[in-house]
């Protein structure tokens, strides 16, 4: 018996299952928001991403959390008499990262994952109960990014974000996490961490409250990116 014309072989099937998605990684780097804000509550202040003082890199004024009624929406201001290097970049939060999806050419693909390094643009070692940085590590990756003419459009995703303190310096403890929120929105980044751990000699409460935009993705503008005044 001859094979129908056009019958395509089983092993020639298998093949195609087989061939696996092509996956594809997309630099990352941000424009912060000039309210973003970094918090130690044990010490008990505050950096805000846009109020400094004269240096190289600028350093930051630290301000009361006690003083606020809401910390997170601040309104008084009552500095600290210290200025701590928080925000060494500025907005700039230059190849923070990236994120890999699965396809090729244009289409709605789904995201499989990120990393970050948010230390170096928002730092810790300075003005943190601890005195020391953190690692970045981000998990639970939902989402997906959208390519047009070539270009990245739109990033729809969620996930998990932990950032994670040495703390091998306080036996029996070696690392302490703090863990919160990452979501990606059309050309926006929002992250959102309050947490806090007690390890013995108190109550350590970090915070990091950062928001902005994703830079070239779709046609975010960074003259407005904080709105209009």
């Known amino acids: 018996m001859t094979r129908p014309p056009f019958a395509t072989p089983l092993s020639a099937l298998a093949l195609a299952f087989a061939v ?5 990684t997309l630099p990352l780097s941000f ?3 000039t309210t973003s804000r970094w918090y130690d509550f044990y010490v008990g202040h505050f950096a805000q991403l846009d109020r400094t003082v004269a ?40 190849n923070i990262g990236s994120l890999t999806y699965t396809g090729s050419g244009d289409g ?17 070692d300075s003005a943190s109960a ?31 974000i932990r950032f994670t303190m040495d703390a091998s310096f306080i036996p ?7 863990d919160g929120s990452l979501a990606f929105a059309g050309d926006r980044f929002d992250l959102f961490v309050d947490d806090d751990y007690n390890f013995g000699h108190g109550i ?3 915070a990091w409250d950062l928001t902005g935009a994703i830079d070239g993705v779709g046609s975010n503008d960074l003259v407005f990116a904080d709105g209009f005044d």
Do not use: C, W
Request: aromatic share 8%; proline share 10%; glycine share 6%.
């Open 108 to 124: 709605t693909f789904p995201v499989t994952a990120i990393t970050l390094d948010v230390a170096p643009h928002v730092r810790s």
């Open 55 to 94: 240096g190289t890199p600028p350093p930051n004024i630290m301000y009361d959390t006690d003083a606020e009624a809401n910390p997170f929406a601040p309104t008084v201001y009552q500095s600290t008499g210290v200025n701590r290097v928080v925000f060494a970049n500025g907005r700039a939060f230059t």
């Open 31 to 33: 424009t912060a928001d």
């Open 204 to 206: 350590l409460h970090n």
């Open 130 to 160: 601890l005195g020391v940085t953190y690692t970045t590590a981000v998990s639970s990756v939902s989402g997906s990014i959208t390519i047009a003419a070539g270009t990245p459009t739109s990033i729809d995703v969620t996930a998990a």
């Open 172 to 178: 029996p403890l070696t690392t302490i996490p703090f």
């Open 20 to 24: 696996p998605l092509q996956a594809a």
